[in-house]
Protein backbone atom coordinates (compact mmCIF):
# COMPACT_ATOMS: atom_id res chain seq x y z
CA UNK A 1 0.00 0.00 0.00
CA UNK A 2 2.83 2.62 -1.08
CA UNK A 3 0.27 4.58 -2.08
CA UNK A 4 -1.22 6.18 1.58
CA UNK A 5 1.98 5.54 3.04
CA UNK A 6 3.77 8.35 0.32
CA UNK A 7 0.35 10.60 0.05
CA UNK A 8 -2.04 9.31 3.14
CA UNK A 9 -3.69 13.09 3.64
CA UNK A 10 -4.40 13.62 -0.22
CA UNK A 11 -5.23 10.46 -1.11
CA UNK A 12 -7.94 10.28 1.95
CA UNK A 13 -8.89 13.97 1.04
CA UNK A 14 -9.07 13.26 -2.47
CA UNK A 15 -11.07 9.96 -1.88
CA UNK A 16 -13.45 11.85 0.12
CA UNK A 17 -13.85 14.99 -2.00
CA UNK A 18 -14.87 12.40 -5.01
CA UNK A 19 -17.82 10.32 -3.10
CA UNK A 20 -18.89 13.54 -2.17
CA UNK A 21 -18.79 15.17 -5.86
CA UNK A 22 -19.16 12.13 -7.84
CA UNK A 23 -22.83 10.98 -5.77
CA UNK A 24 -24.36 14.11 -5.78
CA UNK A 25 -23.46 14.65 -9.45
CA UNK A 26 -24.69 10.91 -10.28
CA UNK A 27 -27.91 11.83 -8.28
CA UNK A 28 -28.77 15.05 -10.26
CA UNK A 29 -28.01 12.80 -13.29
CA UNK A 30 -30.65 10.33 -12.50
CA UNK A 31 -33.39 12.41 -10.65
CA UNK A 32 -32.80 15.56 -12.95
CA UNK A 33 -36.56 16.60 -12.55
CA UNK A 34 -36.71 15.67 -8.76
CA UNK A 35 -33.42 17.90 -8.38
CA UNK A 36 -34.81 20.86 -10.19
CA UNK A 37 -37.83 20.49 -8.56
CA UNK A 38 -36.51 20.21 -5.22
CA UNK A 39 -34.03 23.36 -5.89
CA UNK A 40 -36.90 25.85 -7.53
CA UNK A 41 -38.78 25.58 -4.42
CA UNK A 42 -35.79 26.02 -2.27
CA UNK A 43 -34.71 29.17 -4.22
CA UNK A 44 -38.60 30.55 -5.05
CA UNK A 45 -38.12 33.38 -3.38
CA UNK A 46 -34.32 34.23 -4.49
CA UNK A 47 -33.23 36.19 -7.33
CA UNK A 48 -32.17 33.00 -8.85
CA UNK A 49 -35.50 31.06 -9.08
CA UNK A 50 -35.61 31.51 -13.04
CA UNK A 51 -32.08 30.24 -13.53
CA UNK A 52 -32.42 27.24 -11.72
CA UNK A 53 -31.93 23.97 -14.37
CA UNK A 54 -29.30 26.03 -15.84
CA UNK A 55 -27.36 26.73 -13.04
CA UNK A 56 -28.12 23.28 -11.59
CA UNK A 57 -26.20 22.01 -15.19
CA UNK A 58 -23.02 24.16 -14.33
CA UNK A 59 -22.79 22.71 -10.80
CA UNK A 60 -23.14 19.31 -12.29
CA UNK A 61 -20.84 19.73 -15.23
CA UNK A 62 -18.23 21.37 -12.52
CA UNK A 63 -18.65 18.42 -9.80
CA UNK A 64 -18.40 15.65 -12.29
CA UNK A 65 -15.33 17.49 -14.15
CA UNK A 66 -13.70 17.60 -10.60
CA UNK A 67 -14.34 13.97 -9.65
CA UNK A 68 -12.99 12.66 -12.97
CA UNK A 69 -9.36 15.22 -12.53
CA UNK A 70 -9.13 14.41 -8.82
CA UNK A 71 -9.58 10.02 -9.82
CA UNK A 72 -7.32 11.20 -12.49
CA UNK A 73 -4.95 12.73 -9.78
CA UNK A 74 -4.87 10.18 -7.36
CA UNK A 75 -3.61 7.86 -10.65
CA UNK A 76 -0.84 10.43 -11.10
CA UNK A 77 0.15 11.08 -7.12
CA UNK A 78 0.70 6.62 -7.53
CA UNK A 79 2.80 6.55 -10.64
CA UNK A 80 4.89 10.13 -10.47
CA UNK A 81 4.13 11.80 -7.46
CA UNK A 82 2.76 14.55 -9.46
CA UNK A 83 -0.05 16.62 -8.12
CA UNK A 84 -1.57 18.94 -10.66
CA UNK A 85 -4.10 16.79 -11.88
CA UNK A 86 -5.45 16.36 -8.66
CA UNK A 87 -4.73 20.06 -7.46
CA UNK A 88 -7.14 21.07 -10.64
CA UNK A 89 -9.38 19.07 -9.41
CA UNK A 90 -9.86 20.31 -5.77
CA UNK A 91 -10.12 23.82 -7.25
CA UNK A 92 -12.67 22.76 -8.70
CA UNK A 93 -14.56 21.28 -6.21
CA UNK A 94 -13.69 24.71 -3.71
CA UNK A 95 -14.88 26.45 -6.82
CA UNK A 96 -17.95 24.34 -6.55
CA UNK A 97 -18.39 24.87 -2.60
CA UNK A 98 -18.53 28.55 -3.13
CA UNK A 99 -20.89 28.43 -5.50
CA UNK A 100 -23.21 26.55 -3.60
CA UNK A 101 -22.38 28.91 -0.66
CA UNK A 102 -23.56 31.84 -2.81
CA UNK A 103 -26.77 30.17 -3.49
CA UNK A 104 -27.62 29.30 -0.12
CA UNK A 105 -26.95 32.81 1.18
CA UNK A 106 -29.31 33.73 -1.57
CA UNK A 107 -31.87 31.66 -0.22
CA UNK A 108 -31.70 32.82 2.96
CA UNK A 109 -30.93 29.08 4.00
CA UNK A 110 -28.38 30.23 6.38
CA UNK A 111 -28.13 26.79 8.35
CA UNK A 112 -27.46 25.29 4.74
CA UNK A 113 -24.65 27.51 3.95
CA UNK A 114 -22.81 26.98 7.10
CA UNK A 115 -23.25 23.35 6.35
CA UNK A 116 -20.96 23.67 3.63
CA UNK A 117 -17.94 25.08 5.60
CA UNK A 118 -16.44 21.43 7.03
CA UNK A 119 -16.55 20.97 3.48
CA UNK A 120 -15.12 24.10 2.68
CA UNK A 121 -12.45 23.90 5.27
CA UNK A 122 -11.18 20.32 4.10
CA UNK A 123 -10.70 21.43 0.33
CA UNK A 124 -8.96 24.18 1.13
CA UNK A 125 -6.66 22.10 3.19
CA UNK A 126 -6.32 19.32 0.18
CA UNK A 127 -5.66 22.53 -1.99
CA UNK A 128 -2.85 23.71 0.80
CA UNK A 129 -1.17 20.09 0.73
CA UNK A 130 -1.84 19.72 -2.93
CA UNK A 131 -0.03 23.08 -3.62
CA UNK A 132 3.14 22.32 -1.95
Not at 101 to 106: A, D, N, T, V
Request: net charge neutral; charged share 15%; no cysteine.
Amino acid sequence: MNLLSNYPTEILILLFLIVTFLQSGIDKLLDWKGNVSFIKEHFKNSPLKNKVPFLLGIILLIEIIASILMSIGIYQLYVSGEKEIALLGVELSAITLIFLLIGQRLAKDYAGAMSLTVYFILTVFGVFLLHN
